[in-house]
Each structure stands twice: as structure tokens, then as C-alpha cells.
């Protein structure tokens, strides 16, 4: 089955960039009009005419810095004021830092939880009732295998991906029956400009994937009648993730000390 999003309209923030510009152009070409947000409107309006253009569908673009409550109002508002019913929910936008929480900037990591943890929370908690009314479509919510095992020297990023997890499978049980499935989307290291933004590839662990491999993964879920709630992209990511599920904690503890040291 594929899925035909035309009639439906897609949020998918963090477009400007990597997995969530892969994933807009995705929903595009299934039909769906898109709401594009970020910080970068140039890189927006690009992608948002390229999209218009070679899928015939509409696409607004939405500035906002996810960061605040007023860059999650913009969101809402605009998800609302599209022309179709929003069918679709892409919380992408997401940062990481890297270092030992000690010589961590504070207002570094309280942005890297308002961005990763509330703004995620906060935009499934107020368009979810559009979705439900709509009745069918997806929340997809980005986490990672940072997800499944702590992340020494990259303590909080791990943390908000763990919570990114934990809060979406509780989610995909509470919206059986309503139309609406909840997937937490977990890539591995990825070629976008996330480590430019770490500041350094020394947490990347495995073979890097490009952001179409990781939409592959994403709409291969979607296709399935029954979406699961959790997909880990890349075969080798997901048999890790398999692993580390079924080891003891400190065993799992040991073995991310190792794989982090730098
Ligand atoms: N790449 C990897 O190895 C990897 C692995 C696992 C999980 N992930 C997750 O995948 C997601 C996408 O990351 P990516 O790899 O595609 O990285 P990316 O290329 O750096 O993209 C990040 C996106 O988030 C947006 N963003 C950042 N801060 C924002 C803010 N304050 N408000 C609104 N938007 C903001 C950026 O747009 P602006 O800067 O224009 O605002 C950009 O569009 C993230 O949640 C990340 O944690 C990535």
C-alpha cells in the first residue's frame, strides 16, 4: 500500500535542512501540502517553491524559532490556516551538544530541551485533536538510537532522545482506534549538518547514512496498514538497538563509556 496524503496537510519543522527537508519533498510527492518551519526562511522559501513546482501542491513557509512558546504558537496558527486539514505531524527540529555536562554552556542545554523536549511535546499536545478530527494521518516524532542507551558526553542529548522515545510509544497505545498513529522515528548517524552543529563527528557511531535512507525507513513505516511505533533506520542500527535492549544496564552503561570516549 502506498500512503496518499493528497486532501492532507504535512507540518514537518526543521525543514531548512537534512532529514526534514528529505521528508517534506516525501510528503509532497504523496500529495500533501506542506507547512515548512525553521529559523532559515531563504532555505524555506526554496525548498517551498521547488516543491510547488514539482509536485503541484502548496506549501507555506512558517519562521519560527522553536526554542519559544511564540515560535510554537506561529506553528499552530499556521497548521490551522492551511487550506487542508493537517493530516501530518513531522517534529524534526531537533540540536545536539557534546562535552562533559560540567563544561556544558547552561543556556546551551536548556535550549537543546526547549527545542528537542517541550516544543515536540508541545506541538503533538495542540494539534493532536486536528489530527483526530481528521481522523486519520500520523505523528512522527524524530528521536535516535541515542535513544535506547545513555549517551556519556552527550548526556543531555541522549536524555531529550530518550524522552523523544518513551513519550511517543506511550502515545501510539493511547491513540488506537483513532485513525491517527504516533512512530518514533530513530536514525542513526546521518550525513546532514547536525555535526556541524555538535561541533565535532567524535560522538558519530556506525556507518553514516544519508537522509534519504532514513525517509526510506520512515515511509516504508507509514506504508504498512499497521505503522509500528518505533523505527530504528539502517539495519545495523537496529540490530544494536536489539542488543542493547536486551543487556544489562551496566553492561550497556560500560560498553557507551567505550564507545563515546573520543
Ligand atoms: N544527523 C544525525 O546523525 C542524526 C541522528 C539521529 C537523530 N537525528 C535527529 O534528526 C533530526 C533532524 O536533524 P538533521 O540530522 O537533519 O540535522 P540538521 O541538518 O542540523 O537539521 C536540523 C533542523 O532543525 C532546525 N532547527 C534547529 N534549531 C531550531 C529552532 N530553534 N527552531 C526551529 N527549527 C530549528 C534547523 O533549521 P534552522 O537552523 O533553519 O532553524 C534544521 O532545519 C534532529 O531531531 C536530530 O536530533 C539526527
New binding site residues.
Given amino acids: 500500500m502506498t500512503l496518499d496524503l493528497h486532501g492532507s496537510s504535512a507540518v514537518v519543522?526543521?525543514?531548512?535542512?537534512?532529514?526534514?527537508?528529505v521528508v517534506a519533498a516525501r510528503l509532497a510527492a504523496r500529495g500533501a501540502d506542506l507547512v515548512l518551519?525553521?529559523?532559515?526562511?531563504d532555505?524555506?522559501e526554496e525548498l517551498a517553491a521547488r516543491l510547488r513546482a514539482e509536485h503541484g501542491v502548496e506549501a507555506d513557509v512558517v519562521p519560527?524559532?522553536?526554542?519559544?512558546s511564540d515560535?510554537v504558537t506561529a506553528v499552530v496558527k499556521a497548521a490551522r490556516a492551511a487550506t487542508k486539514p493537517v493530516g501530518t505531524l513531522v517534529?524534526?527540529?531537533?540540536?545536539?551538544t557534546h562535552g562533559a555536562l560540567l563544561e556544558e554552556d547552561p543556556e546551551r542545554i536548556e535550549?537543546e530541551v526547549?527545542?528537542?523536549v517541550a516544543?515536540l511535546t508541545d506541538l503533538t499536545r495542540a494539534l493532536l485533536p486536528d489530527l483526530v478530527a481528521h481522523g486519520s494521518g500520523a505523528v512522527v516524532n524524530?528521536?535516535?538510537?541515542?535513544a535506547f542507551q545513555p549517551v556519556p558526553r552527550m548526556a543531555v542529548?541522549g536524555a531529550?532522545?530518550a524522552y523523544?522515545l518513551s513519550f511517543t510509544e506511550a502515545l501510539s497505545v493511547e491513540l488506537r482506534g483513532t485513525g491517527v498513529h504516533a512512530i518514533t522515528?530513530?536514525?542513526?548517524?546521518?550525513?546532514?549538518?547536525?555535526?556541524?552543529?555538535v561541533g565535532t563527528e567524535d560522538a558519530?557511531v556506525g556507518r553514516?547514512?544519508t537522509?534519504e535512507q532514513?525517509a526510506d525507513t520512515l515511509f516504508r513505516a507509514l506504508d504498512r496498514r499497521r505503522p509500528p511505533a518505533t523505527v530504528v533506520s539502517g539495519r545495523a542500527n537496529a540490530l544494536a538497538g536489539a542488543v542493547v535492549g536486551a543487556l544489562p544496564r551496566r553492561v550497556v552503561l560500560a560498553a557507551a563509556s567505550r564507545l563515546t570516549a573520543g
Avoid: H, M, W
Avoid at 518551519?37 to 526562511?41: E, N, Q, S
Avoid at 524524530?142 to 541515542?146: E, K, M, R
Fill in positions: 519543522t526543521g525543514a531548512s535542512s537534512g532529514i526534514g527537508a518551519v525553521a529559523r532559515r526562511t532555505r524555506l519560527a524559532d522553536l526554542r519559544t515560535g517534529n524534526n527540529a531537533g540540536f545536539g535550549d526547549a527545542l528537542n516544543a524524530v528521536a535516535s538510537t541515542a542529548y531529550t532522545k523523544v522515528l530513530c536514525p542513526g548517524a546521518t550525513r546532514t549538518e547536525f555535526f556541524d552543529v558519530a553514516f547514512q537522509p532514513v
